[in-house]
């Protein structure tokens, strides 16, 4: 089935240590997305791609990168994680120009854990 | 600002009927979602309304008043897998989903 991976489900990492998030796509969609998702609290996007488009969200923090190779494939770089960024870590695509009616589909998530 | 409102919590008896209401003050308005979370998953898409008017959809519908920014959720016959949390999300004049936080919803036997 057609669908959107994240790897890895859960993932723990020291305070400091950088650490990388991936997302694949077998939809061929052209938007990608980087959402953080804290407990009872709405999705807040950090990133997106129309194609190899870049759009930073103004109040996404320096220490978030991301990475986009190819249509298939985005990477969510964390360089230096802080307890506060302990979160779900929720990568979305969609099709079009994000105009349309089209609605974004969302991968499992990564739960990420800061020690 | 941007804003979206929708009740924290609501809790519903198996078999009833609930109605999940969600209001929002948006630059511009291209489309309103409603998605559906179970804990610890990612949302899944529910409905999309852009015309005032309600949507219908098997056990589920979403209606849309653009002049009054609201829109409601109505769910019947509920059952026990519908516990789970339910998002409003608007599109805004820029095309940029704004998400609500999201409405739990608690089903008792």
């Known amino acids: 089935d057609a669908m959107v991976i994240q790897n890895p489900r859960y993932q723990v990492t020291q305070f400091g240590k950088p650490v990388t998030l991936s997302c694949s796509q077998t939809?061929?969609?052209?938007?990608m997305y980087w959402y953080q998702q804290k407990s009872s609290q709405a999705p807040k996007l950090l990133f997106h791609?129309?194609?190899?488009?870049?759009?930073n969200e103004a109040d996404t923090p320096d220490n978030f990168q991301s990475r986009r190779p190819n249509t298939s494939f985005c990477f969510l770089d964390i360089r230096s994680p802080g307890l506060g960024d302990a979160a779900m870590y929720l990568c979305?695509?969609?099709?079009?120009?994000?105009?349309?009616?089209?609605?974004?589909?969302f991968g499992d998530g990564t739960r990420l854990s800061i020690l | 600002g941007q804003n979206i409102d929708q009740p924290t919590e609501m809790t519903a008896t198996e078999g009833a009927i609930v109605q999940i209401n969600c209001t929002y003050q948006t630059s511009g308005f291209n489309g309103l979602f409603w998605y559906q979370q179970h804990a610890g998953e990612a949302p899944t898409f529910l409905s999309y309304n852009v015309l005032d008017g309600l949507e219908e959809k098997g056990r589920f519908s979403s209606f849309l008043s653009r002049s009054k920014g609201y829109s409601y959720l109505l769910l019947k016959e509920l059952q026990m897998k519908d516990s789970a949390s339910y998002l409003c999300a608007v599109k805004d004049s820029n095309y940029q989903l704004i998400w609500g936080a999201g409405t739990k919803l608690i089903i008792k036997p």
């Open positions: 979305a695509t969609s099709s079009g120009t994000g105009g349309e009616s089209q609605p974004q589909h």
């Open positions: 939809l061929n969609h052209n938007v």
């Open positions: 791609y129309y194609d190899k488009d870049f759009n």
